[in-house]
């Protein structure tokens, strides 16, 4: 109760939801509805606010109508849990098909997905097209997002993540561009990817201030209202991120973020993706205490 006490109270400081991708320690990755009302349950009691879940959850389900005639009742459950201990959901696809017609099928369902248990957003990675010049890639991946939004006229917003590799699609400027030109898309900051792109790029408070003024810029000042960012840590080399590496061995600094969030009166979402899952995120409570007092 203690620990579910100060997380809430530091996320009123913050003014921003902080949450766990995929799992607990318990349960690292969830892949039954059993599971995800287990971790729902954890989430609730050490009070954090948000769930990003794992495509994982949903790989049973082979089409949309599959997806209304056997799953519809399971995403309810979960959905009217989460709204019960007020967790904010999203859903995650890092990995999506090259193929045209399997891409088609798995970005219907997990829209829908989306949809139905009125997740905040579907995440994605922009890297659908690899085979592709980056000029004709970024053509197809807004052309492809603007299409599928129009036929599932889903609620759920697409979220666009940026990512590690250098020579894959989905850079801080790859991103701004995607959801600029897309309908029912925001971006998603993943600061590590960015930080591994860049080679160790995020040095200072400043380098956080960059990106975030750079977003602003583009996006428009309303972005800062709501956003979402993923803190995690990787190892990286010359072509970008190499591994996930626990955040307590990276050399990306959390503080500066912070510090960033509230001088700027960010609101939104701060997720976590740590191999430890919440027990990571509890060894930085009182770190993060400390820096929005």
Known sequence: ???????????????????????????????????????????????????????????????PSDLYKEYYGDLLNIKNIAKKYNIELALYNSSLPEDNIKLDSELKIFSSVASVMDCRAFII??????????????????????????????????????????????????????????????????????????AGILRTEQDFRNILDKVRASVGQNWLSNAYFIFSASSYGPSGEIKQIPLSESDLNLSYLIKQIMSLGIKGTLMFDDPGREKAILNILTELGDMVR
């Not at 349960?27 to 995800?36: D, F, K, T």
């Not at 959850?57 to 089409?63: D, E, G, N, P, Y």
């Not at 697409?158 to 959801?179: P, Q």
């Open 125 to 198: 990675c922009p890297t659908f097209y690899p085979r592709m010049s980056h000029e004709q890639a970024t053509k197809l991946v807004i052309y492809k997002i603007n299409e599928i939004m129009s036929a599932t006229r889903t609620q759920a917003r697409f979220g666009i993540e940026t990512t590690g590799k250098v020579n894959e699609l989905g850079s801080l400027e790859d991103v701004i561009e995607i959801s600029t030109r897309t309908t029912g898309t925001e971006p998603v900051l993943n600061w590590a990817h960015i930080h591994a792109r860049g």
């Open 1 to 63: 109760m203690l620990i579910r006490k100060k997380s809430l109270k530091i996320q009123e400081r913050l003014g921003m939801r902080i949450g766990i991708a995929y799992g607990t320690s318990k349960i690292p990755v969830v892949r039954s509805v059993r599971e995800a009302l287990e971790v729902l349950r954890e989430i609730y009691n050490s009070g954090f606010k948000a769930f990003l879940l794992p495509k994982d959850l949903f790989s049973r389900v082979a089409s």
